[in-house]
């Protein structure tokens, strides 16, 4: 069951939570220090959950948009082997 005030007050703390890394990404490419630390590699899964949280295609979108410095992050982050889920497939 869909609850839209849930689904609204989440998606307002993504969107406060998601501020906050944007803003602190603004001048350097990892949260904490000049490398990928336990910090960054704690935030994929936060981030891996936004579509299925907002559930909304279009606010994802906008959250993207919104936030270039958390994308620009997100795809280094899931460039690194670490990250990367080893499916089984192949």
Not at 19 to 46: H, I, M, N
Not at 51 to 63: C, K, N, T
């Amino acid at each position: 069951e869909q609850v839209p005030q849930a689904i609204e007050r989440y998606t307002a703390e993504i969107r406060r939570v998601m501020s906050v890394l944007d803003q602190v990404l603004t001048d350097r490419e990892w949260l904490v220090g000049d490398k990928c630390t336990y910090a960054d590699l704690s935030f994929v899964p936060w981030q891996d959950l936004v579509p299925l949280v907002v559930g909304d295609e279009r606010v994802v979108q906008e959250l993207t948009e919104q936030f270039p410095h958390v994308e620009a992050w997100m795809q280094r982050m899931r460039a690194r082997p670490e990250v990367q889920i080893n499916t089984g497939v192949g």
